[in-house]
């Protein structure tokens, strides 16, 4: 049996596909090294995973793409984590998760790819690998066009006194009053800032045709495209695809954001999952 999995920092969906090509679906928590040690994801991978996976030791090819595998150490964290779960495995491969989307929305052919979720990232996919990148900074100095900085767009705006009152309202009778300290206090002492960000998004796309939240909106989509895309080389002479769910929901800014910097935009999927899966299945 081969195990897929696909992981944001959110949430990870895995595929077990067996001898005769049935595939069993299962949702983990989301999963990022540059937060987690071995030891808490293989605790989280034994409570909340391993349960679901009837035969463990028949877990031979695990093939895992993940938010935070940036180099070999990263890579080597989850890796470890893993085989600490399926230990008969033979054969377990890690890569970043913009290889899924890139995989995702190109298969063999080439373009830019982008991952728009709770954090953001992209490359240039010459078809079997990453052949450039413009490297993305993470929560803290980055993440332009995620849900991460959207959410974070929108707390700003809030302590800010920036968030028309109408919306104000809306937003504490949602959440109640929020303070400086507890924004801070996750922002900088509790796990996983990136999450508690990421939340506050499903705010904005329920306000999306409100003018102040659209503004928000194509500013961070925006800001993803100049700090990143157009930087790619001849970016205008490429496709550009999209995975995620914050590409997903927010497909018709993105689309719009990009026909202000003359992107071309292609394929936009909510979840590479299901593509991986096929791609998989295709090599036998």
């Known amino acids: 049996m081969i195990l897929i999995a696909e992981s944001g920092s959110t949430k990870t969906d895995w595929r077990l596909i067996d001898k005769n ?18 030891e808490e994801i293989t605790g989280v991978l034994l409570e909340t995973l391993k349960p679901f996976i009837s035969e463990v030791e028949g877990v031979k090819e695990i ?21 600490d779960v399926f230990t008969g495995c ?18 063999e052919g080439q373009g830019i790819a982008c991952i728009l979720g709770t954090g953001s990232n992209s490359c240039f996919f010459d078809g079997e690998k990453i052949a450039f990148q413009v490297p993305p900074l993470g929560f803290w100095l980055g993440d332009e066009g995620s849900g991460g900085h959207l959410g974070k767009s929108l707390i700003l705006a809030y302590l800010h006194k920036e968030l028309p009152e109408s919306l104000r309202t809306i937003f504490e009778e949602k959440y109640g009053v929020i303070d400086r300290i507890t924004i801070i206090d996750h922002a900088y002492r509790q796990p996983f800032p990136n999450r508690y960000f990421a939340s506050f998004s499903t705010f ?13 909106i194509m500013n961070s989509f ?14 205008q002479k490429h496709e550009v695809g999209f995975a995620g769910s914050i590409a997903h929901y927010y497909a018709d800014f993105i689309r719009e954001a990009a026909a202000q910097r003359q992107v071309s935009v292609g394929k936009i999927v909510k979840s ?8 998989y299945l295709g090599k036998g």
């Open 63 to 83: 093939y895992y793409y993940g938010t935070g595998i940036t180099d070999e150490i990263k890579g080597k964290i989850m890796a470890d984590a893993l085989t």
């Open 204 to 216: 904005v796309s329920e306000h999306r045709t409100d003018a102040f939240m659209h503004s928000l």
């Open 272 to 279: 590479p999952i299901e593509e991986l899966v096929e791609f």
């Open 21 to 38: 090509k049935s595939v069993q679906k299962v949702q983990t928590p989301g999963f990022n090294p540059y937060f987690q040690t071995r």
């Open 90 to 107: 033979k054969k377990v491969e890690t890569y970043s998760d913009v290889v899924a989307a890139a995989r995702a929305v190109f298969g």
């Open 222 to 235: 925006l800001l993803f495209l100049d700090k990143y895309i157009v930087k790619y080389p001849d970016y």
